[in-house]
Antibody, heavy 122, light 107 residues
């Protein structure tokens, strides 16, 4: 069974940092692109970062570019996202999602993890 | 960035109704359009991929159609478990973007 398990969420002050992790199992992790998608309370979905299967291509939403860094360790089947200079508006549930192929585009997300809550507040 | 616009933003319907949700892309995306269902407090789940492909395990009352800029998700006969929020997503180019969501409520 394909599973994604996020961790690392919590309460952080504005300007602070947090590192999210996603542990993958049940599939050959290195064959698939991965993404982080967030959902602010009561709001819609925003894809904030994407990484190719090899990790050599990454993409970021304008809202997080320069502050967030996505990475992966194909030897450990883990996906990470380092979040720096956090702002109130970064408060959200963060989901990791598996792409249906190794490409960053022309595919779909399935499955998604259960999500981890990040709260940015003083 | 490609903007995705769903309509309506919310919809009231009853069990047994036929429901259609539309999604419009700000530029042509071929058939690189996916639909997700999200129940309260849960992660989104894939329903339809590549505009019309039914994800394994998804009931056949769900169907998708469209191409280029205009797409639809149809539920042929609403069931109680279908009251949820639905999102379209384009994967034609980066950044991947979602519609704002359509909340389907029980009338």
């Amino acid at each position: 069974e394909v599973q994604l398990l996020e961790s690392g969420g919590g309460l952080v002050q504005p300007g602070g940092s947090l590192r999210l992790s996603c542990a993958a199992s049940g599939f050959t992790f290195s064959n698939y692109a991965m993404s982080w998608v967030r959902q602010a309370p009561g709001k819609g979905l925003e894809c904030v970062s994407i990484i190719s299967r090899s990790g050599d291509s990454t993409y970021y939403a304008a809202s997080v570019r320069g502050r967030f860094t996505i990475s992966r360790d194909n030897s450990k089947d883990t996906l990470d996202m380092q979040m720096n200079s956090l702002r109130d508006e970064d408060t959200a549930v963060y989901y990791c999602a598996k792409h249906s192929s190794g490409q960053t585009t022309y595919n779909w997300f399935d499955p998604w993890g259960q999500g981890t809550l990040v709260t940015v507040s003083s | 960035d490609i903007q995705m616009t769903q309509s309506p933003s919310s919809l009231s319907a009853s069990v047994g109704d036929r429901v259609t949700i539309t999604c419009r892309a700000s530029q042509s995306i071929g058939t690189y359009l996916n639909w997700y269902q999200q129940r309260p407090g849960k992660a989104p789940q894939l329903l339809i991929y590549a505009a019309s492909g039914l994800q394994s395990g998804v009931p056949s009352r769900f169907s998708g159609s469209g191409s280029e800029t205009d797409f639809t998700l149809t539920i042929s006969s609403l069931q109680p478990e279908d009251f949820a929020t639905y999102y379209c997503q384009q994967s034609y180019n980066n950044p991947i973007t979602f519609g704002q969501g359509t909340r389907l409520e029980n009338k």
